[in-house]
Each structure stands twice: as C-alpha cells, then as structure tokens.
C-alpha cells in the first residue's frame, strides 16, 4: 500500500464506518493520546519500567499503526499530500544534514 493509497483508505474508511472526520482540534488530542501508548509499550518492552497486567494486550505494531491512522486523518482533512510532503521533507533533511551526522562522533 503507497502513502497515497493509505490516505485514500482511510478517507473511504471515514465516510463509511466514522461518519464523518472529528475536528482537527480533536483528532490532535487523539494523535497525543496514541503517541502516549506507543511511549507506554516502549517503555515497558524497552525501557526500564515494568508492564502492568493491564499493558498484556498492548502491542508497538498496533500503536504504530494508531498513529499512522490519525495523522493520515489529519492530513486528508486539510489536504495535504503526504507523499509529497515526506519528498520536500526528506530533500530538506537531506539539504540540512547532509554531513552532519556521518560526522559526529557520537554516532560511531
């Protein structure tokens, strides 16, 4: 599935089984609180703190995915391309840090 194909998705998801896009303001609450659970799995899979009996069914794959659905609605609402979007991003990392990182010590 293209970017392209996952927001035509998801937009045909909407119209069938969501009714309609929440608002923007809402559907940033939303993308916080999923960024949040995708922290909690990270946290207990990988960093120190232990999973409670309630984080069993919690799964990084799935919370990925959360995201990835909510910032998809969020760019189909205000009509951003993100296939174009992640292009003029990418050039623009590119342009920014082109050596910046293949120098720094840290990252050897």
């Known amino acids: 599935m293209t970017i ?3 927001q035509q998705t998801v937009d045909e998801w909407i119209k069938t089984n969501g009714v309609r896009y929440f ?14 659970e995708v922290a909690r799995v990270i946290a207990r899979k990988y960093g120190e703190q232990s999973p409670k009996a309630s984080d069993q069914d919690l799964n990084l794959d799935d919370e990925l995915a959360d995201v990835l659905f909510v910032v998809i609605c969020l760019a189909n609402q205000t009509g951003i391309d993100l296939t174009e979007a992640l292009k ?5 990392k590119t342009d920014r840090d082109k050596l910046r990182h293949q120098t720094n010590e840290k990252l050897k």
């Open 23 to 36: 608002n923007e303001l809402t559907n940033m609450a939303i993308l916080t609180e999923e960024v949040g």
């Open 88 to 92: 003029r991003n990418l050039q623009k």
């Open 4 to 6: 392209k194909d996952a």
